[in-house]
């Protein structure tokens, strides 16, 4: 019994990084719906990020300030601008384009443009030798060819619709996707969410670097939050005078906000930067796509949504995609730990050949 207990903790240490990115995606899968409803009922977006930020702090405050009284580095005027700077990019820039594009493009369609992220992040970090690329070796061609097909797929499922796999149940497409866009909307809100996807990317990759420096992750990540609430406020005061804007009722604006602060921000934020320190940002930015598989079949499962083979075609492209990385990664890290064995052997030995 102790050997199964022990099997199923060691399971559980080891896949620790994939289980928080299946749920980081699963928490993902509702924001899009949530925060386009919470838009396409009048709210202003620039406020949206504002009380989402806001609800974010108020709830990792706490935790940082009690379980990592003793764990946190001191905090230097040169760190604290770094900080400062990764917040405006990352999230400040990133949300504030993301939420202005759901003006000009569905939910759906802001869900699958976000799998640009993991080949924007691939690329980035290539360019700045975070991520090696062995062409010669069957992981690298894995990592390359895999990041490729997950971006086919999600460009498969966003503008090939096909014909539908079945007939619809039921016609009970939620009301806040429903609205047609014309041909300037999709070319704006397109752009506006490549530019949110690539701060998003900058973000990860910053990430690394700036953990290595503040090795406390709940009040780095509440920092940055805090940041971030302080320079979309000034944004959304400068955009938005009407003090009627900011009111929030007992509706899905309050429940939007809610969920995307406390749940999304707060807690998924935290996540990241734990599996992004322990795995590196393209490992993060690779699990973007399930997102869309989630969203997809929720879509199916609650509203009724009809099923269509482009979007079929394009799901499996994606998880083959994924797997695809996923694999190259593993199996790159394993060269490189025996590696690390083999040198450690070889100094063990050259100690014992040195010694009189």
């Given at each position: 019994?102790k050997?199964?207990?022990?099997?199923?903790?060691?399971?559980i240490?080891?896949?620790?990084?994939?289980?928080?990115?299946?749920?980081?995606?699963?928490?993902?899968?509702?924001?899009?719906?949530l925060?386009?409803a919470?838009?396409?009922e009048?709210?202003n977006?620039?406020?949206?990020?504002?009380f989402?930020?806001?609800?974010?702090?108020?709830?990792?405050?706490?935790?940082?300030?009690?379980?990592e009284?003793?764990?946190?580095?001191?905090?230097?005027y040169?760190?604290l601008?770094?900080?400062?700077?990764?917040?405006?990019c990352?999230?400040?820039?990133?949300?504030?384009?993301?939420y202005?594009a759901?003006?000009?493009?569905?939910?759906?369609?802001?869900?699958?443009f976000?799998?640009?992220?993991?080949?924007?992040t691939?690329?980035?970090?290539?360019c700045?030798?975070?991520?090696?690329?062995?062409?010669g070796?069957s992981h690298?061609?894995a990592?390359?060819?895999g990041?490729?097909?997950?971006l086919l797929g999600?460009?498969?499922?966003t503008?090939?619709?096909?014909?539908?796999?079945?007939?619809?149940i039921?016609?009970?497409?939620s009301?806040?996707d429903?609205?047609?866009?014309s041909?300037?909307?999709?070319i704006?809100g397109s752009?506006?969410m490549?530019l949110?996807?690539?701060?998003w990317?900058?973000?990860?990759?910053?990430?690394?670097?700036i953990?290595k420096?503040?090795p406390a992750?709940?009040?780095l990540?509440?920092l940055?939050?805090?940041?971030?609430c302080?320079?979309?406020?000034?944004?959304?005061?400068?955009n938005e005078?009407s003090?009627a804007?900011?009111?929030l009722?007992?509706?899905v604006?309050?429940?939007?906000?809610?969920?995307?602060?406390?749940?999304?921000?707060?807690?998924t934020?935290?996540?990241?930067?734990?599996v992004?320190?322990?795995?590196g940002?393209?490992?993060?930015?690779?699990?973007?796509?399930?997102?869309?598989v989630?969203?997809?079949?929720?879509?199916?499962?609650?509203?009724k949504e009809t099923?269509?083979?482009?979007?079929?075609?394009g799901?499996m492209?994606?998880v083959?995609?994924l797997?695809?990385?996923?694999?190259?990664?593993?199996?790159?890290?394993?060269?490189?730990?025996?590696?690390?064995?083999?040198?450690?052997?070889?100094?063990?030995?050259l100690?014992?050949i040195?010694?009189?």
């Amino acid at each position: 019994m102790k050997v199964v207990q022990d099997m199923r903790e060691m399971f559980i240490e080891r896949n620790r990084p994939y289980i928080a990115m299946i749920f980081i995606q699963f928490v993902y899968a509702g924001m899009s719906l949530l925060s386009k409803a919470a838009v396409t009922e009048g709210m202003n977006p620039y406020i949206f990020v504002v009380f989402r930020q806001a609800f974010a702090t108020i709830a990792l405050a706490p935790f940082a300030f009690f379980i990592e009284r003793k764990k946190s580095a001191p905090l230097s005027y040169i760190l604290l601008c770094k900080i400062f700077f990764t917040s405006l990019c990352g999230i400040t820039l990133s949300l504030n384009l993301y939420y202005f594009a759901l003006n000009y493009v569905s939910a759906t369609f802001a869900t699958a443009f976000t799998n640009t992220i993991p080949a924007i992040t691939f690329i980035i970090a290539v360019c700045l030798r975070i991520e090696s690329v062995s062409i010669g070796q069957s992981h690298g061609i894995a990592k390359i060819l895999g990041s490729a097909v997950g971006l086919l797929g999600a460009l498969i499922f966003t503008f090939v619709k096909g014909p539908a796999m079945y007939a619809a149940i039921q016609n009970n497409i939620s009301h806040y996707d429903s609205k047609s866009y014309s041909k300037e909307d999709w070319i704006k809100g397109s752009l506006l969410m490549l530019l949110a996807n690539l701060t998003w990317s900058l973000w990860l990759i910053m990430q690394g670097f700036i953990i290595k420096e503040y090795p406390a992750k709940l009040r780095l990540t509440t920092l940055q939050i805090f940041f971030s609430c302080i320079m979309s406020a000034i944004w959304a005061v400068a955009n938005e005078r009407s003090i009627a804007a900011w009111k929030l009722g007992w509706n899905v604006n309050l429940l939007s906000v809610l969920y995307c602060g406390i749940i999304v921000t707060a807690i998924t934020y935290w996540l990241q930067i734990w599996v992004v320190e322990i795995k590196g940002p393209v490992f993060t930015a690779m699990f973007s796509p399930l997102a869309l598989v989630i969203t997809a079949i929720f879509s199916v499962l609650l509203f009724k949504e009809t099923l269509h083979w482009g979007s079929a075609c394009g799901v499996m492209l994606l998880v083959i995609g994924l797997y695809s990385v996923l694999w190259g990664k593993h199996k790159e890290e394993n060269i490189e730990a025996f590696k690390k064995e083999e040198e450690a052997k070889e100094e063990k030995t050259l100690e014992c050949i040195s010694c009189p």
